[in-house]
RNA sequence: GGGCGGUUAACUCAGCGGUAGAGUGCUAUCCUCACACGGUAGAAGUCACUGGUUCGAUCCCAGUACCGCCCACCA
């Protein structure tokens, strides 16, 4: 039994392997289901005889809080797991029965609240049961007073937190079990159970994605083909810092889409050889974690403060195991190439001491300092938040004129006010010094309703004398304008709420203990009965709220430490001034420099469990010590001791206490880009991977996080955190809305990669609402906007979305149709890949250099266009044009690749010489494999799949597309001849395609063509025209003949397709194109007939506008010859 | 109050001084041996409005209207 206890108390302290977890949780359940019988009752311990003594160890228990599960074992504590005890009746009773005194029952208490804790883990550690049952005898044996009802209830209230304590623990330990069971290996987490995969060579006909992706991620990861690049003499790096995530997050659309975009440059610089890093991590997320374990434990019927600030901390520790990998699971499945093995979290022991460091260098340069402030106040939560953190909404309230009786006891002054229940901590009532209406009364003083204090009038500019009444009451501890008036004219504040702001002591004793809503709600009332509320009237005013609870900011006069800015946020304008850091699309420069230019000192501290504890301890006498650790705090003290004796003062030693407030998570945050380079300590990636290359981030965290890392990292470092920051848009769903859970709006990423049903997509969007009441609205939106679900996309198709939508300067209205045409676009790409197997697997692909090659226009054509579309590619990845990106990936594939290209190669290989088709088999598999390499950085799994199959016909291969080059660009492969070649004869094709298709001539009738060419040489473009147009032969005639069939004309060119047709249609056909080009003749005739156009015009734009009237008055005679043939 | 965007085809968006483009949708037609997640052809726009600059404005400038966002905030 104690071997078993001792594999869960490892396991809790953190010791234990994940590996070992499954085996210990069934080692528990084990125990729980069968050891039943032989919990010790309480009746057990108390009278059991044996009489050892207490172990030092279980003495220092005292200092643990109220409550707290403690477990010795080897000397070490650790809070564990234990199944429910039966309710001690019969000991309660008989302890009753004894009489005690107060303060000795306090101490009873104290030591039964320990003892009862161990009792229920006595079958794992008899030997406590035996020093419990020591301590109890001791106490039993000195007290001869009886314990009350009260002590009853105290008993019982421990018991039922302990078991409530317990039931968390049990369940805790469920849920790890089942996320663990859930996560097949270490390494691949992310996927499915990978299915089988088609044989090689055999391939699908269309794109199946899930287990191409379950198949290619786990390769790369375990390749080790993320890891960073470390070679110090490659003059290339690229470094990308991931945003981190809240650890206990899941990954939403917006990381989706930069996430994309993230892994689409890391690939792109990968590939074109540089030293790349992207460095992942998660953020401990001070605030919204320890929320969420809050509102588990709430559920459970606990609170923080019941199981004490350790056992909380383990709770969230638990909770960041559980659920900490959730979100990088979920960005493996976005195919990221983050380096995992560099992998960091805030809270890390490492990134810990960053902090620390920091915070203590900061102090020592005086940057950091601690004081009595007006701040941000969560009365929920009862913490500080940064200005950042408030969001004001507005809302319909009240404006209330108050009658404040002058002292004189002639007449009164009315202030109107917002907050009638702060008037209780008024110190003065403020009017304009140059308002006339209160000239007389500016230094007398008034008395404050309710309160019968008297306070002053006085004068300052800050008073509008149009708004109100032109009076203000004047409460400096609560309210930020407030307070600075009250500073500038030496009024001191008081306070009148207590931290969860109730109405304290320094009111009235009618108003004490009243919550500010309900205070507001009786001082109105006391007002309104004593004649002193003027007046009432509606009024919109700004609410001030938490981001993150909902509840009402409460300015509160607190002690707290603040970041001193002014010099940082200098050092930050000027990096970005110098354009060491530049902004992508730029103006967002104006937004970051208007915060800078403004900004106030950052309070960092809150008082809060989960985070970073502030490194500073104080002595008795609230003397701090800011030190890197304890030890050194304690010399401190130790040395200031001395110096007092020495200095003849007296001075008694006490012991240090750590501050209890813990860090801003944006703190740890701002270090980010040198604290996961493991930063002070000289290293080679901190060498080559400061300053990162860019910041891929929203607006909405430019100033949480982007100023913060510029201004700390200059700081610290002297070097920029990165060069760039890209500020993408915010995605939003279909109709603009921002997407949030309370919307009910939210898409997972994951879902449109597998798909959903609408079922479980109601279901999702509905789970855990804070106002269940919009379930109903949501599930009906929903059913309305996705009464199918939504189709599986896979990764590819949903990253080549985002790509393509990621224009600058613009939120995402995300649109699931464009999914559903990039999902088609894998598909083309899928079977023009099956195309070129078919055709070229096992064939002559023009490997061998020795045999003779001959390539057509056609071929010559489309590498042209490769290289064209390659040039785009690398414009579109240095201005971070995605969509520009996307749209040149698509067009070459799509439009020319396959429209054109394999249309034209199937022409070649069904006609063409031996080297002909040697040399179109060539361009058809070189052109797709480097097309594959273009598109692999946005869209990785169906690139490698394709191209581990395409590349070994084009002599290439490898473990991975993703260690190939990019292609390269190259003026030298464009070949405009092919380009017009290709060009002239799709306008051929064209033009026969559409007079077949306006004719109504089935697809499967072959039909005849004459040409009458002027200039142009048609004979090579025959084989493809007739292939293409479907026409069963080609003439070429001197003149065409008076026939009764459909003309067109391309360039010089003029076309007839034989067929019978109806003169009136046609004739009404060809004036249609008449009326087209005579209006297009007209504009460009009265441009060329204006004489300012022709001398100011620049003289390329001039001939170009000559040759256009030109080719619209050849095409124009050409129609007019037709009709005069028809007439 | 200060600042920043947006307004282009039915929808979602490119273009940003010189012939209005894409995807989706729509119409017609075709299951032609890579692909119906497809082929072919087609219809569809006073580029919000008003002025100005210019030989020329969807594009530049000014203003108006509407939509959106950020910051600050008058009690």
Redesign the pocket.
């Known amino acids: 039994m104690l071997a078993r206890a001792d594999a869960l108390l490892a396991r809790h302290r953190g010791t234990g392997s994940a590996r070992a977890l499954p085996a210990a949780a069934a080692l528990l359940t084990d125990a729980i289901d069968t050891s039943s019988a032989d919990i010790p009752t309480l009746t057990d311990i108390a009278f059991a005889p044996a009489l050892q003594p207490v172990p030092a160890h279980v003495k220092s228990a005292g200092a643990q809080a109220p409550g707290e599960t403690v477990v010795v074992s080897e000397g070490r504590w650790a809070s564990s797991p234990a199944p429910e005890p039966a309710p001690p009746v019969e000991v309660i009773s008989r302890v009753q029965a004894q009489n005690l005194e107060h303060t000795v029952y306090l101490k009873l208490k104290q030591e039964l609240d320990e003892r009862i804790a161990e009792v229920v883990h006595e079958r794992f550690m008899p030997e406590i049961g035996v020093a419990l049952d020591h301590a109890l005898q001791k106490v039993t044996h000195d007290l001869n007073a009886s314990v009350g009802a009260l002590v009853r209830s105290s008993i019982e209230e421990t018991l039922q937190l302990q078991i409530g304590k317990l039931r968390l623990a049990l369940e805790d330990e469920v849920r790890r079990e089942e996320a663990v069971a859930a996560i097949p290996s270490a390494i691949i987490p992310a996927f499915p159970a990978p299915q089988a995969r088609p044989a090689e060579m055999e391939i699908a006909?269309?794109?199946?994605p899930a287990a191409i992706e379950a198949h290619w991620y786990p390769v790369w990861e375990e390749s080790g083909f993320f890891r960073a690049g470390l070679d110090e003499s490659n003059p290339g790096n690229h470094c990308i810092l991931l945003p981190p995530p809240n650890v206990t997050g899941t990954l939403h659309m917006g990381h989706a889409f930069q996430h994309t975009l993230m892994d689409a440059l890391v690939r792109y610089h990968r590939m074109r050889g540089y030293n790349t890093l992207w460095q992942p991590g998660t953020d401990h997320a001070g605030i919204a974690t320890q929320i969420v374990v809050e509102r588990q434990l709430e559920a459970l019927g606990v609170s923080r403060r019941d199981i004490g600030r350790a056992e909380f901390e383990k709770r969230v520790w638990q909770w960041k195991e559980a659920s900490g990998s959730t979100i990088t699971r979920q960005m493996r499945r976005l195919g990221a190439s983050c380096d995992w093995s560099r992998e960091r979290f805030t809270m890390d022991e490492g990134l810990s001491g960053v902090v620390t460091e920091a915070f203590v260098r900061l102090h020592e340069e005086g940057l950091i300092y601690r004081g009595k402030r007006l701040v941000n106040w969560d009365p929920v939560l009862q913490t500080a938040v940064s200005?950042?953190e408030v969001?004001?909404r507005e809302e319909n309230s009240h404006?209330w004129y108050i009658r404040y009786p002058l002292a004189s006891g002639e007449g009164h002054a009315i202030?109107?006010?917002?907050?009638p229940e702060t008037m209780l901590g008024d110190v003065a009532v403020a009017v304009n010094p140059e308002d006339p209406a209160y000239k007389d009364i500016v230094g007398s003083r008034v008395v404050l309703p309710l309160c019968g204090r008297q306070v002053p009038v006085i004068a300052d500019d800050?008073?509008?004398?149009?708004?109100?009444?032109?009076?203000?009451?004047i409460t400096p501890a609560h309210?930020?304008?407030d307070y600075q008036v009250g500073e500038r004219h030496k009024l001191e504040p008081i306070n009148i709420f207590t931290l969860d702001a109730r109405i304290n002591d320094n009111a009235p004793a009618a108003y004490r203990g009243l919550d500010r809503f309900e205070a507001r709600a009786r001082i109105l009332a006391d007002l309104e009965e004593q004649g002193l509320l003027a007046e009432t009237k509606p009024?919109k005013?700004?609410v001030p709220r938490c981001g993150r609870t909902d509840a009402v900011v409460e300015p509160m006069l607190t002690d707290q430490w603040f970041v001193r800015m002014d010099s940082l946020a200098r050092a930050g304008l000027d990096a970005v001034a110098r354009g060491e850091v530049k902004f992508v699309p730029e103006?967002w420069t104006?937004?970051y420099n208007?915060?800078l230019n403004?900004i106030q000192d950052w309070c960092i501290s809150r008082q809060l469990w989960w985070g970073h504890r502030i490194p500073a301890w104080y002595d008795g006498e609230g003397n701090v010590y800011v030190a890197r650790t304890r030890a050194e705090a304690q010399a401190q003290h130790d040395q200031a001791l001395a110096e007092c004796i020495q200095a003849g003062e007296s001075a008694t030693a006490t012991e240090l206490r750590q501050d209890d407030d813990v860090l801003d998570t944006w703190f740890s945050s701002a270090l980010w880009p040198f604290s996961t380079l493991d930063w002070p300590r000289d290293n080679p990636a901190l060498r080559l991977y400061l300053p990162s290359s860019v910041l891929v981030t929203g607006?909405?965290i430019i100033?949480f996080w982007v100023a913060r890392m510029v201004m700390m990292t200059l700081h610290f470092t002297g070097k920029v955190p990165f060069r760039e920051v890209y500020v993408t848009g915010l995605v939003r769903d279909?109709e603009?809305q921002?997407m949030s859970k309370s919307k009910g709006n939210i898409l997972d990423p994951l879902d449109l990669v597998d798909g959903v049903s609408v079922e479980s997509l109601v279901e999702k969007r509905t789970a855990n609402l804070m106002d269940p009441r919009q379930a109903e609205s949501i599930a009906r939106t929903t059913r309305k906007h996705f009464p199918e679900g939504i189709p599986a996309f896979g990764t590819d198709a949903l990253r080549f979305t985002f790509a393509s939508?990621a224009?600058?300067?613009?939120?995402?209205?995300f649109?699931l149709?464009?999914c559903?045409?990039?999902?088609?676009f894998?598909?083309?790409l899928w079977?023009?890949s099956?195309?070129v197997l078919?055709n070229c697997a096992g064939r002559d692909t023009g490997v061998d250099d020795s045999l003779a090659v001959e390539l057509s226009a056609a071929d010559r054509w489309v590498a042209s266009r490769l290289h064209r579309a390659a040039d785009d590619a690398r414009a579109a990845f240095r201005e971070y044009r995605f969509?520009?990106l996307a749209?040149a990936i698509?067009g070459l594939v799509?439009?020319e690749y396959?429209?054109w290209y394999?249309?034209l190669a199937?022409v070649q290989l069904a006609t063409g010489s031996e080297a002909q088709q040697r040399g179109t088999r060539r361009t058809l598999v070189r052109v797709l494999e480097a097309i594959l390499r273009l598109t692999h950085p946005v869209m990785p799994f169906i690139t490698e799949e394709l191209w581990q199959k395409i590349a070994p016909l084009a002599a290439r291969g490898g473990p991975s597309i993703m260690l190939q080059r990019y292609p390269e660009t190259g003026a030298a492969k464009i070949d405009e001849a092919a380009e017009q070649e290709v060009d002239m004869l799709k306008r051929l094709?064209?033009a026969c395609?559409?007079l077949?298709?306006?004719m109504n001539v089935?697809?499967?009738q072959k039909l005849p063509l004459l040409v009458q060419a002027g200039q142009t040489q048609i004979t090579p473009y025959v084989p493809y025209l007739s292939a293409l147009a479907r026409l069963s032969e080609v003439v070429v005639v001197a003149e065409l003949p008076v026939a009764e069939a459909p003309v067109s004309i391309v360039g010089d060119c003029r076309l007839m397709l034989k067929v019978e047709i109806d003169v009136a249609a046609e004739r009404a056909r060809l004036n249609k194109e008449k009326a087209r080009t005579e209006a297009?003749i007209g504009k460009s005739e009265s441009?060329l007939a204006?004489p300012?156009?022709l001398?100011?015009?620049?003289a390329p734009?001039v001939l170009?506008?000559t040759e256009?009237l030109a080719r619209f008055r050849a095409t124009l005679e050409q129609l007019e010859q037709q009709l005069r043939k028809l007439a």
């Open positions: 006909k269309s794109f199946e200005d950042l969001e004001s404006l202030v109107a006010t917002t907050r800050y008073v509008d004398p149009e708004f109100g009444t032109g009076c203000v009451k309210d930020f304008n009024h005013l700004m103006n104006t937004t208007q915060w403004n607006f909405d100033f279909a603009g921002k939508l224009s600058h300067g613009r939120d995402i209205k649109d149709s464009r559903d045409g990039y999902r088609n894998c598909n083309k079977n023009a099956r195309f078919m969509d520009n749209r698509y799509w439009d396959c429209d394999v249309e199937k094709t064209t395609r559409t077949r298709s306006e089935a697809p499967s297009e441009r204006n300012n156009f001398g100011k015009a620049p734009v170009q506008e256009r």
